[in-house]
């Protein structure tokens, strides 16, 4: 249906993932970096360009536009919602974008890390891409699909609607957000000035993927404190933060409740980063699970091995700061059946099988969904994201926008 927007939407999804939109967890600010503000400003005037009303810029930095109605009775107002800003896990920097044409099932050497190489064997999604373009970064960067991809599929969607006038729908919004992938993305959304029935973030990975459930989230910071003194003179008195920070690590949990001894539906606590020194030493973590009352184990879980660690040095101690990130949106969305009802009718339209499942991660929607706006999560094609070996096809981009304009038909209906 949009194979006429390939060049478009290629050329958009590249010209994106080339600005380093990366977010800063440790930032006071918002948003987090400064440097997410070069997309957001070049999308408020990518939005004008194209004819849509409504376009601000506001000093959140959250991009929003309206595609106005063309029926003459009342439907639904829906939204569409990705997010620029890039994981702090891997450098957004310099980003090199690749494009394989025609792909034939070859692993993919990285040209920068000839190490890296994305390899066929280890990424069954390849499988159904024969034939295809997929983008990938050189090799020393994330490439960004995560979440640019649905950037581009949002961007391509309204243009395709705007050069059609005689596809009908109703009032379509669409915003483009900073700091998701630090918890913050929604911060400061305003949901009532968005004014939609529903809306959905573009920001799912696989070929027909609706993500309904997500897990919930917590962030926490432990920090340790020591006592510093010349290490010449330190005989039963210097306390080494560093080790504290160490011990504690060793003591966390190996055979479940980490990222990589679990799956399906079991949480995890995941240390993400370590700031240490003899003096003092903090320690990340992301807490996840399916069921929010389980996070509250974890975080106890947490300081209970901190206290044994403190308990074990007298004249250590140690802190913790703890934040609610977000929380699993099937309570809502259950509430609002023809908001997803829609999306997989439009999915199958567009000749893909509906891939429905609980995701191990979360997104806008989950926070949006529980303060009142309906927020599934479609698919935008990103793979391995958060990591140098991610990829996207360009023909799954091209099924997301694709996917974007039956569902603003399907509302208007």
């Not at 939407?9 to 080339?18: A, D, G, P, S, W």
């Not at 829906?78 to 692993?107: C, L």
């Not at 998701?180 to 990975?205: L, R």
């Not at 966390?252 to 001894?261: F, M, Q, Y």
């Amino acid at each position: 249906m949009l194979t006429c927007c390939y060049e478009a939407l290629l050329e958009r999804f590249l010209r994106y993932v080339k600005l380093d939109t990366q977010s800063d967890p440790e930032s006071k600010t918002y948003p987090s970096t400064a440097k997410q503000l070069d997309l957001l400003r070049l999308l408020k005037d990518e939005c004008e360009a194209l004819g849509l009303v409504n376009v601000e810029l506001d000093k959140y930095g959250y991009v929003t536009a309206t595609l106005p109605s063309n029926v003459d009775r009342a439907v639904k107002a829906v939204g569409f919602i990705a997010h620029v800003d890039t994981s702090p896990e891997v450098s957004g920097a310099n980003v090199k974008p690749i494009v394989h044409k025609n792909y034939q099932g070859e692993d993919l050497v990285l040209p920068d890390r000839n190490d890296i190489v994305i390899r066929y064997v280890d990424n069954p999604e390849l499988a159904d891409q024969i034939g295809n373009d997929i983008v990938t970064a050189s090799g020393t960067t994330l490439l960004g699909a995560d979440n640019k991809s649905g950037v581009a599929a949002i961007m391509t969607a309204m243009e395709y609607l705007i050069a059609h006038p005689e596809i009908k729908h109703g009032d379509i919004r669409i915003g483009f957000t900073p700091d998701e992938e630090i918890g913050g993305g929604t911060d400061y959304f305003d949901i009532e000035k968005f004014n939609c029935y529903c809306a959905y973030t573009v920001d799912s990975s696989t070929r027909g993927m609706l993500d309904t459930e997500t897990f919930s989230a917590d962030a926490m910071t432990i920090t340790f404190a020591g006592l510093n003194t010349h290490p010449g003179n330190a005989y039963h008195q210097m306390i080494n933060a560093i080790k504290l920070v160490s011990e504690f690590v060793e003591r966390l949990p190996k055979e479940g409740l980490s990222p990589e001894t679990t799956r399906d539906r079991e949480g995890f606590v995941h240390p993400t980063d370590v700031r240490a020194g003899v003096d003092s030493a903090s320690i990340q973590f992301i807490l996840r699970d399916f069921d929010a009352a389980k996070l509250t184990e974890q975080k106890d879980l947490l300081i209970k091995l901190a206290q044994e660690t403190v308990d074990a040095h007298p004249g250590s101690s140690f802190t913790y700061e703890h934040k609610e990130q977000y929380r699993n949106m099937s309570s809502v969305l259950e509430k609002f059946p023809d908001v997803s009802g829609n999306a997989e009718r439009a999915i199958r339209e567009a000749g893909m099988e509906v891939i429905k499942m609980a995701v191990r991660g979360g997104t806008d929607g989950s926070h949006l969904s529980l303060n009142g706006l309906p927020t599934p999560n479609l698919f935008a094609g990103e793979q391995n994201y958060h990591s140098r070996y991610e990829w996207v096809s360009v023909q799954d981009m091209l099924k997301s926008a694709e996917v974007i304009v039956r569902i603003a038909q399907i509302w208007a209906e």
